[in-house]
């Protein structure tokens, strides 16, 4: 079934949809500014968003037309959508976007640089789907190659406008976050990603090197890595080694090790679990990053749990534990580590300041070290890149 409306200027990027149910929805053209004009911006698919407790938002379809299921959560980062799309991270979840107006600066090439790809943070699109308020089919930007809508089509990947986000992030923050599923024409079932080690569907198969010429080598668990953290670590004059998330790498050389974030339950991450305890074990110097602060908290004995909803943000305030010292944080994790259970030579090193969560954490005496954010932001604030120094001074001093 499809649906035809029409937009016009008498009120900023509104759109409202009459008479969903029969199939007919037009805008609603009452108080209609004299002179300016009205276009038609097209015919689209319509779809129906279902959460677990029975909810349902009707939607609009921009992406491909086809009915799937994830666990819905939401990010409240103002920009920054092609770099959250093709973080890793976001594996079998249908992403709710808060910002009202997703696409006006479209998505840029794949221009790359060291086998990497420049302005996006993987190859592909990861989320199961994508929610958002208003969608724009322009692309008003000088490094815009195309649509958003396009490249959510390019990557099979289902889309819906015209959704009440507000009503939908705040019956997540009500009841927690939710199973979902989008249906077309056909229903599904509901799934549960975070029953699956989902840090194998996201990982390389076989090791890549990066910048061999680098005076460090370091080795990066992919567990679903962004290639930020990839290139901070190039730029810093290392040799990189991405080995897959259950690959055996200790008959390699290398300085240090680098546990990168991923998707899903840390605890499914049995075999990435055993490496990192065995990294600890042999005293190597290890930095964790985001799902990489779960694994070595796991690897150590310590407890993880799952958060009600989640840090999907670009604005998460971070205090350096025994300083008054606070950074602003990206972050995109929906578990975190219990830092009562942590060992007695092991203490928190960061502390999330609006829910007093667990930000990371570090052994009292040798390099071991890890944070629940994202140091490399892409997207988001820059205030704690310097980490990467921090880590890379106890490999080269």
């Given at each position: 079934m499809h649906i035809e409306f029409v937009l016009t200027y008498d009120?900023?990027?509104?759109?409202?949809?009459?008479n969903w149910k029969d199939g007919s929805a037009k805008r609603n053209r009452q108080g209609t500014q004299k002179g300016i004009p009205s276009f038609a911006i097209g015919s689209m698919e319509k779809a129906v968003l279902t959460l677990e407790d029975g909810t349902q938002?009707?939607?609009?379809?921009?992406?491909?037309?086809?009915?799937i299921s994830g666990e819905v959560v939401f990010n409240t980062g103002m920009v920054g959508y092609y770099e959250s799309l093709s973080d890793p991270s976001y594996r079998g979840q249908i992403l709710v976007f808060t910002y009202p107006l997703i696409g006006n600066y479209g998505v840029p090439s794949r221009k790359s640089e060291h086998n990497l790809l420049e302005y996006f943070e993987s190859d592909h699109i990861?989320?199961?789907a994508l929610i958002v308020s208003d969608y724009s089919n322009s692309r008003d930007h000088w490094n815009a190659e195309k649509t958003l809508s396009t490249w959510l089509k390019e990557n099979d990947v289902p889309a819906l406008s015209g959704i009440d986000t507000r009503a939908l992030t705040k019956r997540l923050r009500e009841k927690g976050?939710?199973?979902g599923k989008i249906t077309f024409r056909q229903e599904t079932e509901f799934d549960d990603p975070n029953k699956k080690n989902?840090?194998?569907e996201v990982s390389i198969r076989q090791p890549i090197?990066?910048?061999?010429?680098?005076?460090?080598?370091?080795?990066?668990?992919?567990?679903?890595?962004?290639?930020?953290i990839l290139r901070s670590l190039i730029k810093r004059n290392c040799h990189v080694i991405r080995v897959p998330c259950a690959y055996d790498f200790f008959h390699l050389s290398f300085d240090g090790v680098v546990i990168s974030n991923?998707?899903?339950?840390?605890?499914?991450c049995k075999e990435t679990i055993a490496l990192v305890k065995k990294c600890l074990e042999k005293g190597m110097p290890t930095f964790g990053i985001c799902l990489g602060n779960q694994i070595m908290a796991l690897a150590?004995?310590?407890?993880?749990?799952?958060?009600?909803?989640?840090?999907?943000?670009?604005?998460?305030?971070?205090?350096?534990?025994?300083?008054?010292?606070?950074?602003?944080?990206?972050q995109n994790h929906g578990f975190a580590v219990e830092t009562k259970t942590l060992p007695q030579d092991w203490e928190a090193w960061f502390v999330n300041i609006n829910d007093n969560t667990n930000e990371g954490i570090k052994h009292t005496s040798k390099s071991f070290m890890a944070v629940q954010f994202h140091p490399e932001h892409s997207p988001g604030p820059v205030d704690t890149e310097f980490l990467f120094d921090t880590f890379l001074r106890t490999l080269r001093s």
């Open positions: 009120s900023p990027c509104a759109i409202s949809i009459e938002f009707n939607g609009i379809s921009f992406g491909a037309e086809k009915s990861h989320p199961s976050t939710m199973l989902l840090i194998r090197s990066y910048n061999e010429e680098g005076n460090t080598r370091i080795i990066v668990i992919d567990c679903g890595v962004k290639y930020n991923g998707p899903g339950n840390p605890k499914m150590v004995g310590a407890n993880t749990y799952k958060l009600k909803y989640g840090h999907r943000s670009q604005n998460q305030p971070c205090l350096e534990v025994g300083t008054q010292r606070c950074y602003i944080t990206s």
